[in-house]
């Protein structure tokens, strides 16, 4: 498809274990980010890919949170040892490039942690 | 005080009336902002950017920029029912290597 591509669309796990997203940028997008979604809240930015540059992973909201974007085009979010609060949509956006360009975003991930 | 500012709603406006949503923003150096609309369950749909100060029209919206103010508001005239949404203010900061900084959304509904 042509547009950002996400999965899976929905994931429940339990409390404790580790979690993968999927990221597939549009195609020929060089920035790639990812945000999180929840309930009743605005979107938090979590980490941004560019090129092959190294990653801004200021919003990372813990050190159970890691990302990797492999070969410049597919990104994985990790969640590891999950935590009830880590339930949202976890959202990813690509743009042309970085900087003023707009971004637009897949579908999302709702992870679901009991 | 919060990054970026919206008025959570909901914004109630009749068929055909115009719905103007408002944001507002702290970083003075902010450089470029965007509005996006998302529908209950959904992601995020880009509308409108905006860069410089003043008016850009695209069909029935007009986003509208004071940097002076720190404002930025999106007009939308002859509001559908097919437009009640979520509408999210985001503000590109400087320095800040290109993430958004999204306000919380302002839910429209319009009547019928």
């Known amino acids: 498809g042509a547009g950002v591509s996400q999965s899976p669309s929905n994931k429940v796990t339990e409390k404790g274990k580790d979690v993968e997203l999927r990221c597939d940028p549009i195609s020929g997008h060089t920035a790639l980010y990812w945000y999180r979604q929840s309930l009743g809240q605005g979107l938090e930015f979590l980490i941004y890919f560019q090129g092959n540059s190294a990653p801004d992973k200021s919003g990372l909201p813990s050190d159970r949170f890691s990302a990797e974007r492999t070969g410049g085009s597919v990104s994985t979010l990790t969640i590891q040892r999950t935590q009830q609060e880590d339930s949202a949509v976890y959202l990813c956006?690509?743009?042309?490039?970085?900087?003023?360009?707009?971004?637009?975003f897949g579908d999302g991930t709702r992870l679901s942690i009991l | 005080q919060k990054e970026v500012e919206q008025n959570s709603g909901p914004l109630s406006v009749p068929e055909g009336a115009i719905a103007s949503l408002n944001c507002t923003y702290s970083?003075?150096?902010?450089?470029?902002f965007f509005w996006y609309r998302q529908y209950s369950g959904k992601s995020p749909e880009l509308i409108m950017f905006i860069y410089s100060n003043g008016d850009k029209e695209d069909g029935r919206f007009t986003a509208q920029l004071n940097k002076a103010s720190q404002y930025v508001s999106l007009l939308i005239r002859d509001s559908q029912p097919s437009d009640s949404a979520t509408y999210l203010c985001a503000v590109k900061n400087t320095g800040t290597a290109s993430k958004l900084t999204f306000g919380t959304g302002t839910r429209l509904q319009v009547t019928l």
């Open positions: 956006a690509s743009s042309p490039q970085g900087g003023w360009q707009p971004q637009h």
């Open positions: 970083d003075r150096g902010s450089q470029s």
